[in-house]
């Protein structure tokens, strides 16, 4: 199955669907807010830097829009927060590396601040996760945030992945302070599992 044909992936009240360049400009309106890009890798601070940035193709394809679903059906998805999802290869020796190719994805989202406290996060990357693990027919699926981002470390915890590395001041944030970091990830079987409870 091609990874097109998965897409848009919906719950009950979401979808999560490609992101076009025509939805970069909706993606700054909670990106740049303060609150929000203190805890990004990459934070732009006017839109001809973000639109530079995150119109390249490369970053482009690997960027997934949270619409929120119309409860009526009447009106159309709103946009409430995006989904990076970097499929990349496994580490593996020379000899079987071939065979690790494409087989993981680092995992990154953020929510618009508005829609937080509802489970609309929650929701939509237990559904990233389960196309990954499932249709997408990937191994693993990880992610990393810093130690004082508890909402995201909170979300990472309650889908059921697993910790699997706490660093001490390994990350330089651009307030000048070395913070912790931590990194969670989970196998297929072991979401398999989770699911079938």
């Not at 025509?22 to 993606?27: C, P, R, T």
């Not at 929701?123 to 693990?133: G, P």
């Not at 912790?180 to 989970?186: A, E, F, Q, S, V």
Request: glycine share 8%; net charge negative.
């Amino acid at each position: 199955m091609s990874s097109h044909d998965v897409w848009p992936v919906r719950t009950d009240r979401l979808q999560v669907r490609p992101m076009t360049a025509d939805d970069v400009d909706v993606m700054w309106e909670w990106r740049r807010l303060p609150q929000v890009n203190r805890w990004l890798g990459l934070a732009p601070d006017t839109i001809e830097a973000f639109r530079e940035r995150y119109l390249d193709p490369d970053r482009l394809r690997a960027m997934y829009l949270v619409d929120l679903l119309p409860e009526d059906g009447g009106d159309a998805p709103r946009p409430i927060g995006d989904v990076m999802i970097r499929v990349g290869d496994g580490w593996a020796q020379l000899e079987v590396a071939d065979q690790a190719k494409g087989v993981e994805a680092e995992l990154g989202w953020v929510l618009d601040p508005e829609y937080t406290g509802r489970g609309y996060a929650t929701e939509a990357i237990r559904a990233v996760i389960d196309t990954c693990l499932g249709p997408l027919g990937l191994r693993r699926v990880h992610a990393g945030c810093f130690a004082d981002n508890e909402p995201s470390w909170r979300l990472m915890e309650r889908l059921g992945m697993r910790r699997e590395e706490f660093s001490r001041k390994t990350a330089l944030h651009r307030s000048g302070e070395w913070l912790d970091g931590l990194n969670y990830g989970i196998l297929a079987e072991e979401w398999a599992a989770l699911r079938a409870r």
